[in-house]
Structures are given as structure tokens and as C-alpha cells.
């Protein structure tokens, strides 16, 4: 160990995200007198300023006592002190364990020390093979040498931007971008995305020269291993148009390529781990799973994929992977009441705000977080973290979604519609379930024949919200039968609907005029605390 006298602008920030990560563990989490005698401490040694580390300093100034405050008489300082100091080691004996900087707080002193840790090789391998990750993929575009410059030009543009965002995405891993490639050696090209960069997929780029400076963009998708084209999509793009301008193409190819909870990579990479599940790497698990648990909303695949989380975060608590999946599993939770996570929300917001002193610009990080922030009252807090996440990608579907979902919630149709439209637009694979937020805007203003169209476009088995929709239309249109027979529906994919749902609407759609709205549909259909399903014929 080498003792730090931070000099340096480096050396500085390295002291903050430590302290950052020390107040963010479970250890001073809660105790706000600790997190600030020790975040006023710090801050004051970093300005050089060790000399007004004083009791009556660190009361005032860093506790926010009174003025008239006497060391002499109240022993406060000194007993956080030793508080203090206990926490530090209990965090440095377990979560801390493999952390490169130490702060300590020697006994009899109020000024923290920084000591540099030298770790061993073993612990560091053992730190990085305990970090979940998920797919790799290549990302090679294939100029041809008929072609224009205009169009190679193009090609280029368009590839670098792809890595640039793709770079951003933390559920999978860009290994390599080749922006020129030969079109005649694409064989061999495919053959050392396999064996040089061992990537999963491989995404190729090719452009197509047409007339009047218009393009042609064909990407293809497929398995490094098998060969196998996942996935094929042209564009036209005009050459008139800067890069910029192309923007609605890239959202679409990543949208379809790389989004985790629909995206064709990450769909084929899970639902081939799935397939032999006792042989799934421990680093691939979390996302395995938790790309399955998008797909299936039941309690035992949300158990299931919980524990593989928990057990992810108990052999390395710095796993930015999970600590993200786990923030959106108490956020689920929250909003459907499982019953598997205790306290989810202070869970929840330990894990969010650890990832995102791991990696700040992380959209999905940022996002995450503002979700938690927003179902704790936070809504403040909430917006400027979903402005931080869009503010580092415009490119992330799900998260375009989630924003404008959180704007109407907060009933703001006008901001929010908008970005789910753009998503619904955009997007061709989207989940059904997207078109909810269609359905309540038009439902809300009472026009009930626009909500049943958005109502009859949710049918994905499972998902009890299309039953929802359609049983509280028919209702409101006088359809008595169809709604009844889709009241039965709901009742069968939640049998306790009568009495648990409404609290999860009050959870799910924000404020009460419009739970109410919906509810009131739902009693004209049928819904009472002793309703019976009736077997449809």
C-alpha cells in the first residue's frame, strides 16, 4: 500500500469516485450523519483545508447544527467519528474488498487518509471474470470499388456513428468496427470476426449506388458460428443529406439490432443460452435471464431471474450489469407486487445510483435510476436523469419509450406521445404492449372507437393489459358482451384483479383522474370484489 497526497486533477477525481462508492454502499446509505461528516472531511482535505477539520467545524459546517454548538459538553463528532471508522473497515473487509484506493479515518484524527492498495493478479482476474456482460458483436461495412466516393463516403459516415452509439450500450459489447472492408474478400472478413475477435455476430454494412445521388443501405445480421442471416433491412438514403439527417435509419438499425428486450441479437443470443440452462456461463446469466423475464411477465420467471441477479451481486457487488438489472427488478416489483424483493425501492435505488458512479455515461444507467427516482415522488430528480440519458443517446428505443411514458404519467400528453409515436414509428419489432399509451390518450379524452383500435393492437399472450383495454372500451361503447368476454380474459391471466388491481394502476398510470377513468370502465363491464370467471365458449 502507498499512502495518496492527491495532487493532481487525476489523482482528485479518483479520491471522489471512491467516496462516491463508500456512500453509495449499504453501509452509509442510511446513516446521513456519517455520509456527511465523512463527505466534509474529504471535500476539505481535498482543498487543503485540513486545519478547519475541527469538532466544531464539522458540526456547523458539515452536520448543519446549531452555532452554539460545544464539543466540550456533546461528544456527537467523536462517537460518528468511531462510527465512521467501523463502517470503513466493514465496507473495505467485503464490498470494498478489491477496490484500488482506501480511505481511512486514523484513530484520534478527524482527517482522512488515502492509501493506494496494490492488488494482486488473482484478485483482479478473479474481479473481472465476476462481471456479468453479454453478446459480442463486429460491425464491418464493405466498400466497393465501383462505387462512388459519395457513396463509400456515406457508408463510412454511417458505420462510425453506429460504433460511436453502439460503443454507448452497455448489454452488449462492441469488439471490433472494420469502416472498410473489401467487398471481394468478405469471406475471409467473416472468417476473422470468428477467429480473431471471437464475436457472436457480425453486422455488415453494404451501399448500393442508384441515380440522382440516391443509395441504397443493406444491412444483414447473422451468427458468427452458424452463418446464419438473422435479420436483413434496406433504407434509401439521399446523398443530398448530411449524416445528421439520416438519423430515423440508424434508430431503426439499432433499435432492431441491439435493444435488449426485443432486439434480434439479444433475443437469439438469450434464446440459445436458454436452451441448455445449466450451461450458461455465470457472466452471461443475468442477462440470459433478464432478457427472458422481458418476454414472460410471470412471478416464477421474475423469481427465477432475480435470484441469478442476487447471486451475481453477492460474488462481486461492483457488477454495473447487475446492479442495473437489479434497479429495473425492483422497479417491477414496485409496479406489480411479485412479493420476492423486500423494500424494492430503497433497493432499487442503492443499485441505480452505485451504476451510475460506475459508469456515468451510461444511458441505461441514467435511465434506470430516474425510474426509481420517479416511483419514489422524485420527480424532479426523475426528469433530469431521463434528460441525462436521452442527452447520451437518442438512439435507445426502449428508453425513447420510458421517457415519454414518464412525461404522460405525469400528464403531460403533449411531450410524451410524441416520443412514443417516434418509437412506434421507428420501430417495427416493438412489444404490442407499446400501444397502451396510444390507448389511454385517446380513452382519457373519451373517445373511445380510436382507444379500442390502439386496445385491439395488445394481443400478446400473457400480457393482461390488451384485455384490459378492450373490456373497458366495449364497456364505455355499450358493447356488453365482447366486454364481459374480455373481463374474463383479464380475470384469467390475474384472478385477483378485483382487489389488487387498482393499487397497481395508482402504480402503473400516476394520477388518479385517469385510474379512475379506467376503473369506471372497468366496473361497467362487470368488475366487482366477488366477480366470477365465466369459461368462454
Not at 467545524?57 to 459538553?73: C, H, M
Not at 426528469?383 to 400528464?411: L, W
Request: aromatic fraction near 10%; hydrophobic fraction near 35%; glycine fraction near 4%.
Amino acid at each position: 500500500m502507498k499512502d495518496l497526497k492527491p495532487r493532481t486533477e487525476k489523482e482528485i477525481e479518483l479520491i471522489k469516485n471512491q467516496l462516491r462508492l463508500v456512500l453509495a454502499s449499504p453501509y452509509f446509505k442510511s446513516a446521513q450523519q456519517m455520509q456527511k461528516f465523512l463527505n466534509y472531511n474529504v471535500h476539505k482535505t481535498l482543498a487543503n483545508k485540513e486545519k478547519q477539520i475541527t469538532q466544531h467545524k464539522i458540526a456547523v459546517e458539515g452536520l448543519g447544527l446549531p452555532v452554539n454548538f460545544n464539543s466540550d459538553d456533546n461528544p456527537l463528532i467523536r462517537i460518528i467519528a468511531g462510527r465512521v471508522r467501523k463502517r470503513l473497515d466493514n465496507y473495505y473487509a467485503k464490498e470494498g474488498l478489491n477496490d484500488p484506493l482506501l480511505i481511512s479515518v486514523n484513530k484520534g484524527s478527524y482527517i482522512p487518509q488515502f492509501t493506494k492498495r496494490e492488488l494482486s493478479p488473482v484478485s483482479e482476474i478473479i474481479e473481472r471474470n465476476e462481471v456479468s456482460c453479454g453478446p459480442k458483436f463486429a460491425l464491418v461495412c464493405f466498400s466497393d470499388k465501383t462505387q462512388n466516393k459519395i457513396s463509400n463516403r456515406l457508408l463510412f459516415q454511417i458505420t462510425d456513428t453506429l460504433a460511436k452509439e453502439c460503443s454507448l450500450f452497455l448489454f452488449s459489447r462492441l469488439v471490433v468496427s472494420i469502416p472498410h472492408a473489401d467487398k471481394t474478400k468478405s469471406n475471409h472478413v467473416e472468417q476473422e470476426m470468428k477467429d480473431k475477435h471471437d464475436a457472436d455476430f457480425t453486422l455488415a454494412l453494404h451501399m448500393h449506388q442508384l441515380l440522382d445521388e440516391q443509395y441504397e443501405l443493406l444491412y444483414r445480421l447473422f451468427s458468427t458460428a452458424s452463418e446464419e442471416v438473422l435479420c436483413s433491412e434496406s433504407f434509401m438514403i439521399d446523398g443530398k443529406k448530411p449524416i445528421k439527417k439520416q438519423q430515423k435509419v440508424l434508430k431503426r438499425i439499432l433499435s432492431t439490432i441491439t435493444d435488449l428486450q426485443h432486439g434480434t441479437l439479444h433475443v437469439n443470443w438469450a434464446r440459445q443460452l436458454l436452451k441448455a440452462p445449466a450451461n450458461i456461463p455465470k457472466k452471461y446469466q443475468v442477462l440470459a435471464y433478464y432478457q427472458h423475464q422481458s418476454e414472460h411477465f410471470t412471478r416464477d420467471s421474475f423469481r427465477k431471474a432475480v435470484g441469478v441477479c442476487d447471486d451475481a451481486l453477492n460474488l462481486n457487488t461492483k457488477d454495473l450489469i447487475a446492479n442495473v438489472v437489479f434497479a429495473d427488478y425492483c422497479r417491477q416489483e414496485y409496479i406489480y407486487g411479485y412479493g420476492v424483493i423486500d423494500s424494492p425501492l430503497d433497493k432499487g435505488l442503492i443499485c441505480a445510483e452505485k451504476a451510475t458512479i460506475l459508469k456515468p455515461n451510461s444511458h441505461e444507467a441514467r435511465y434506470v435510476l430516474g425510474q426509481i427516482l420517479f416511483n419514489m415522488g422524485e420527480k424532479q430528480r426523475a426528469v433530469m436523469e431521463f434528460e441525462n440519458a436521452r442527452r447520451i443517446s437518442k438512439y435507445h428505443p426502449v428508453i425513447t419509450f420510458g421517457i415519454g411514458y414518464h412525461f404522460c404519467i405525469m400528464n403531460q400528453w403533449d411531450k410524451g406521445i410524441p416520443l412514443i409515436e417516434e418509437v412506434i414509428n421507428t420501430d417495427n419489432i416493438h412489444p404490442d404492449w407499446y400501444f397502451m399509451l396510444p390507448f389511454l390518450n385517446e380513452y382519457r379524452q373519451k373517445k373511445y372507437n380510436k382507444a379500442l383500435e390502439y386496445a385491439k393492437r395488445i394481443i400478446s399472450p400473457g400480457i393482461f393489459w390488451g384485455s384490459l383495454a378492450r373490456a373497458t372500451c366495449y364497456a364505455q361503447l355499450e358493447e356488453t358482451t365482447k366486454a364481459t368476454k374480455e373481463l374474463n380474459k383479464l380475470l384469467k391471466l390475474f384472478p385477483s384483479f378485483a382487489t389488487r388491481g387498482k393499487p397497481l394502476l395508482k402504480r402503473y398510470l400516476g394520477y388518479k383522474a385517469l385510474v379512475d377513468d379506467i376503473w369506471e370502465g372497468l366496473l361497467k363491464a362487470g368488475l366487482t370484489k366477488k366477480t366470477l370467471i365465466i369459461k368462454n365458449k
